[in-house]
């Protein structure tokens, strides 16, 4: 026992015997430190979700291509990346570990981050990016795990809602760091500026969090992870290119119909192998299903107000993109957190 109770001979008063913390106890982290370990990580990714766009124009400047075309998958790149690799990793973090993972997506997304700075050609520049969203991929996949497992369960509803308010402070500030950063710099500082939270993020994650996480048995599923990665590829860049290239073109109507082809594929895949990518009978779930819908139409709101962010304003224009965002973080911060 922990705590012993003894009665003195003398004076008849009883004490507690504490007894010193097991080993174990000593070893765990604080789930406050694993807060801001997450929180690192999750602001960066989000933060490169949308920094990156008002500095299009700079970044068509500077390798004299034009504004509109193949600089689009500077932004396209990462969050195809993302979206093709978020449910798989997720499969890896089962197998591996939340450290494990955790640590790695740092590593991804710091080293890409230092590439995507110093890249002397668009096309270099366009697979940095894309390495930068696999990073992100596994840096979200693992995120709420991560808080689970390191909060009580009646505390978890606030860690994962300081989770969400990370993802949107993330996202909302994007706009407006990026149009001071190519007021005071260049498009180089965008991508710089990771380089300092991931160093943090690195030595904290190495000294805090303990490798020892429950770990799933099971098989990798590569067959069903490429054909969800085609699928999440296809409509990804399908939608994001179908304005500026026509939704009736030929390269549009292929990738949308590949990537409807492979979704629907996909659950008869699922149903025959036994570590599936994704358990299909937990959209029968009514809260887990409803709760998709939500995140789904916040995201949704997220991408109608960055839009204009594409515009490439300048100096204050740049600084005032951002500023729409702030009411949805503010809203979204009592909401998530219960204050």
């Known amino acids: 026992m922990n705590l012993q109770e003894m009665q003195t001979p003398r004076t008849g008063v009883q004490v507690e015997e504490r007894h010193a913390p097991t080993g174990s106890e000593r070893a765990r982290p604080s789930k406050w430190a694993i807060l801001a370990i997450v929180a ?22 500077a390798f004299g291509v034009a504004l ?8 396209i790149a990462y ?21 494990t993972v955790w640590l790695a997506g740092l590593l991804v997304f710091t080293g890409s981050s230092a ?3 110093a890249a002397s050609s668009l096309p270099v520049l366009i697979v940095a990016r894309g390495l930068q969203g696999l990073g992100g991929a596994l840096l979200m996949s693992v995120s ?3 808080l689970t497992s390191a909060f009580p369960v009646r505390e978890r509803g606030r860690a994962l809602g300081l989770n969400a308010v990370f993802v949107a402070l993330g996202v909302s500030i994007g706009p407006t760091l990026g149009g001071v950063i190519l007021s005071a710099w260049s498009w180089h500082g965008i991508f710089y500026v990771n380089l300092p939270l991931g160093l943090i993020g690195i030595a904290a994650t190495v000294r805090v969090l303990s490798g020892r996480t429950p770990r799933h ?8 992870a490429l054909v969800l990665a085609l699928g999440m590829a296809g409509l990804t860049a399908g939608l ?7 939704w009736s073109s030929v390269p549009i109507l292929g990738m949308l119909t590949a990537g409807v082809l492979a979704l629907l594929v996909l659950p008869l895949i699922e ?44 100096g204050a224009a740049q600084r005032r993109a951002g500023r729409s965002f702030w009411l949805t973080l503010a809203g979204s911060g009592r909401v998530d957190t219960g204050l």
């Open 271 to 314: 149903r025959r192998v036994r570590s599936p990518i994704i358990v299909l009978s937990l959209l029968r779930h009514r809260v887990f299903s409803s709760a998709l819908v939500s995140l789904l139409l916040s995201y949704r709101g997220t991408a109608v107000d960055a839009r204009p962010t594409h515009a490439g304003h300048r």
């Open 40 to 61: 690192v990580g999750v602001f960066m990714a989000n933060l490169d979700s949308s920094i990156v766009n008002i500095s299009l124009p700079s970044i068509a400047t």
């Open 217 to 224: 048995a099971g098989t990798f599923d590569p067959f069903g």
């Open 240 to 246: 994001s290119f179908g304005q500026g290239l026509g």
């Open 68 to 75: 509109g075309g193949a600089v689009e998958w500077v932004v």
């Open 115 to 117: 590439l995507c700075g």
């Open 79 to 99: 969050l195809v990346a993302i979206a093709s690799v978020l449910l798989t990793a997720g499969r890896l973090t089962d197998m591996f570990g939340h450290k």
């Open 144 to 146: 709420p795990a991560l």
